[in-house]
């Protein structure tokens, strides 16, 4: 009887856990990206930059949603003095389900070097309609030879729920 009873009280908790249908998840992903990049440069470090590019991710976690993953990033910043303090951007997550999630970000660093930064997953697509997150990002910039383009290794890291 109190194996029972212990069964149906088990059963009950785990019922009202999941009855709301949500799904969550960590997730560390990692890719390299390729930006198209155009600046105004003034001189002395002083530059406005926008950036539109792309990058493929994989995850340490192989179940999360973003493994295996693409990203498309439109963005841009300030710097003063080789410094940024404002970036901002929003990217594009096509997955491998054929579904988008979409998150806005900001970030701080140091220009040709690289950033670390926050991010809110705002909406995404299909069962992923109603997807919320947040996390930290950082990318390393790598020297590239093509005037106009910039390359950099990215990761991304957070927790989500839909």
């Not at 930006?35 to 950036?51: L, P, Q, R, S």
């Not at 003095?81 to 970030?107: H, N, P, Q, W």
């Amino acid at each position: 009887m109190k194996k029972i009873l212990v069964t149906i009280i088990l059963s009950l908790i785990t019922t009202v856990s999941f009855a709301d249908g949500h799904t969550s998840g960590k997730f560390n992903a990692s890719g390299m990206g390729a930006w198209e990049v155009n600046a105004m440069n003034a001189g002395k470090g002083d530059m406005a930059v926008t950036y539109d590019g792309i990058a493929g991710l994989t995850d340490e976690t192989p179940d999360s949603i973003f493994h295996k993953s693409t990203m498309h990033c439109i963005g841009g910043l300030t710097l003063q003095a080789g410094k940024f303090t404002d970036e901002t951007g929003m990217c594009r997550f096509d997955l491998i389900d054929g579904e988008s999630v979409y998150m806005k970000y900001e970030g701080e660093g140091t220009g040709g070097v690289g950033g670390t930064g926050t991010f809110e997953i705002i909406r995404g697509t299909g069962k992923y309609e109603n997807i919320t997150g947040s996390g930290f990002s950082s990318r390393q910039n790598l020297k590239s030879k093509a005037p106009g383009f910039s390359t950099s290794m990215n990761q991304m890291s957070g927790e989500y729920k839909y």
